[in-house]
């Protein structure tokens, strides 16, 4: 359990260090950076390495948005497996749509109880 | 984008460009580093807490309990964005605040309470995903492509 | 500067409390316990066995099974250096106890749920009759069955 | 008159009756909160849109400045103002709201220093009696339009610069007492292939340079007419790039002297980074605090220069350069 917070917060850590250097020194935008990190997180799990990440790293893996590209891939392949090629259009947000639909109705939610502060 | 790559036209723009290099404040991007580190460490720690926590008191596994993780991660991030502690957690930690999936519901959340003014259906409807559709955009299509290729290896290339 | 202060005495405060409402039950019993298990609904035997096996493989430090008369379930735990190796581990493991034990309906779970539900499920195995066991070691079964 | 290549000099010697400068609660706090007409504590002013809030800044600001210099609503003959704002909406409906003639001007930050000299140009010969002039900047609001979500949680490095909640309105007249607007010279768009949005200051100061040195040679003076030369935003680096410049062109300049609006109006220790910004930085910091000097007999000759950036978020998103210009106008006090 304690290990399980240990690298969490490491692996965590580190991914968000490297966001940090695409920020500062190669000058990226932040649209920018969180779309290079969704398509990584996509092609790692083209390859089958975001999974043992993921059970290495636990939330430090599934927090940070590389986690975003890594499920969409995910529920694409487990339709495709079913259902044949078909299946990658129709899975895609079987696994990534908690995330999508939290924003979507936080975003209206907050959207009714607050007024930016500034 | 990036100063560097772009090709300064004439001898006058690089030798402005030297100048003003050497006068520009350096982002200081081992402290951002060190402080992106911590942030973001945190982040996935409380995560790490929300998964243990659903995974104690209700009855989901290691691999289920993170989606209503993300859920919750994001619902914190409205609070945190609403009363305007995100942007300065941001400032603060920069890559460390942007890059995990609060991050992304920050991006939404704030436009949507930004545009609050333009209506909801041309306002907040509009503009929600100003920031995050990107994400959204680069990630579906590139999820397809990878999963339409590692498909079609499966399928037909005996792999 | 009173705003990061109130940022990190927040974070500190809510992780620290989500901390301590988690009791670890892997903290509680480092050691090996022998759970009576002789007056169970179904003989233990056949899940004695397989933890042994389990353990038995490198980097498994513990591992805890239940078993009916026709399923085993059995949950381990990985040196968190070696959780890369997860699945396949869990793979293997199962691989070996499907081939020793053929008369059963084998499941192996590295879950952590998994783990704490069976752990649960020991702990009252003298207290259940064999419908009531069936039933639970079925649900177990299919928590760990579900995905995404 | 035009004297040199683009310098009008005003032999009539339009006069600044009156000044007046809104500040937001964020303005409260910095070092020149005593020299504000009105501080807001509330960045809504009570609206209910930071646009409107902006709006209201120049309202107010026209109010106080026509109740400053004793003379009535009606008797104001022109307005030119502008802002940063999509359509310089803030403006033009704040004109509405006076139904005076308009002109509506934009200049990015470059906007307080443009609309002083035409408008000291209009006056000088004979075009208006009274004259309104001024402009405005809502931090939130401009944020919004150039930037981020004002809630986003995007890092700005250490070149960003802040942009001013504010609004500053000066009155002009062909008589009457006060500092008089003696010469102006207007700038051309300079650009030297700077891009970064997040470093304005870099990118304005050669604008800044060309404007000041093309001043100092059409009225053949230099550094030592002045007593106080103040950019309007360059912020720390751009001060710093400006001198460099001037030291390479070999004009002379004394560190001292040279000053930014920028880096005035907060204290140390706002998180402002590189210093502040918008339209409504100059026009504060002229209107208000070196106008506040000239009357003390602190400064007697100062030159302004507002600098402004002319991008869009769409041209920075289409990968343009950013082209700026500065606008020097001269104000003399003669007692």
Known sequence: MVASFFWAFVIGGLICVIGQIMFDVFHLTPAHTLSTFVVIGAILDGFGLYEPFIDFAGAGATIPITSFGNSLVHGALQEAEKHGLIGVLTGMFEVTSSGISAAIIFGFIGALLFKPKG | MANEQRKLQTKIMQEYYQLEKKNETKRPVVQNCLRAFLVGGIICSIGQAIQFFYMYFFHFTQQTAGNPTVATMIFLSMLLTGFGVYDRIAQFGGAGSAVPVTGFGNAVISAAIEHRTEGFVLGVGGNMFKLAGSVILFGTFSAFVVALIKTILIKWGGF | MKHFIFFFTFLFVFSACQQNDMVDPTLEQPTKINYSTKNAPFNQKVAKKAEEIAESYDGVPKAISVNTDRKLLLAFQLDHMKRFQLKQKEKTIEKKLKKSFRDYDVTVSSDMKIYWETEKLINKLENLDKREMNKKVENIIQLSREET | MLKGHRTWVFHNQP????????????EANGRLADDFDLLHEDLWLGEDSYEKAHKVLFEEAFYKAIEKGNIEKEQVEFIISGDLVNQITPSSFAARTFGVPYLGIFGACSTSMEGLALSAFIVNYGGAKYLLTGAASHNTAIEKQFRYPTEY??????????????AGAALLSNEGKGPAVTSATIG??????????????????????????????????????????????????GRNVA???????????????????????YREGQPVLSGAS??????????????NRMKKGELKRILAVATGALLSPLTFQQNETIPCIAHAVSIEFRG
Not at chain 4, 243 to 263: A, P, T
Request: glycine share 14%; hydrophobic share 40%; aromatic share 8%.
């Open chain 4, 15 to 26: 006069v600044i009756i009156s000044t007046a400068t809104v500040g937001g609660p964020f």
């Open chain 4, 153 to 166: 949680g995007g890092q700005k490095p250490p070149t960003a610069q802040w942009t001013v909640t504010g």
């Open chain 4, 188 to 237: 051309r768009v300079v650009d030297l292939g700077m891009s970064d949005p997040f470093n304005m200051g870099g990118a304005m100061a050669p604008a800044a340079v060309d404007t000041i040195e093309a001043h100092f040679r059409d009225l053949n003076i230099d550094a030592d007419y002045y007593d106080l030369i103040v950019t309007g935003d360059l912020g720390k680096i």
């Open chain 4, 243 to 265: 001198l460099e410049l001037f030291e390479k062109n070999g004009v002379q300049m004394d560190e001292e002297k040279f000053q930014d609006c920028g880096l005035m109006i």
């Open chain 4, 278 to 291: 918008g339209a409504g930085c100059s026009a504060i910091v002229v209107y208000g605090h070196l106008l």
